[in-house]
């Protein structure tokens, strides 16, 4: 089993920056890869940026490419999403989850929510035009 607890949302300006966390506990947390989605109202979760166990592969949805930056520690059992040039259409429920499925991520399918196993309750980002 894991927990994960994800914090650092809150309502910020276009063009500002947040980083968000992610704690989990349970399992070791190095030895499996994490993910971060999000949903915004009236739309399917989103893929944002994905992380192997090392934290040596990183991956990311189209529309964060070049303003996120996924990273993990593991010696402090979080992984964390900085997210700069903030815009409108980043406000958001952004989730973290766990990945049990290692065939499946390693193998590509690191952009589908079906490949993680274990999800925080979600926080809330808020981007004002």
């Known amino acids: 089993q894991v927990q994960l607890v994800e914090s650092g949302g809150g309502l910020v300006q276009a063009g500002d920056s947040l980083r968000l966390s992610c704690a989990a506990s349970?399992?070791?947390?190095?030895?499996?890869?994490m993910g971060w989605f999000r949903q915004a109202p009236g739309k399917e979760r989103e893929f944002v940026a994905a992380?192997?166990?090392?934290?040596?592969?990183?991956y990311y949805g189209d529309s964060v490419k070049g303003r996120f930056t996924i990273s993990r520690d593991n010696a402090k059992n979080t992984v964390y999403l900085q997210m700069n040039s903030l815009k409108p259409e980043d406000t958001a429920v952004y989730y973290c989850?766990?990945?049990?499925?290692?065939?499946?991520?390693?193998?590509?399918?690191?952009?589908?929510?079906?490949?993680?196993?274990?999800w925080g309750q979600g926080t809330q980002v808020t981007v004002s035009s």
């Open positions: 989850a766990a990945s049990m499925e290692f065939g499946n991520f390693y193998s590509g399918s690191y952009y589908s929510s079906g490949t993680y196993d274990y």
């Open positions: 349970g399992r070791t947390f190095g030895s499996y890869p």
């Open positions: 992380i192997s166990w090392s934290g040596g592969s990183t």
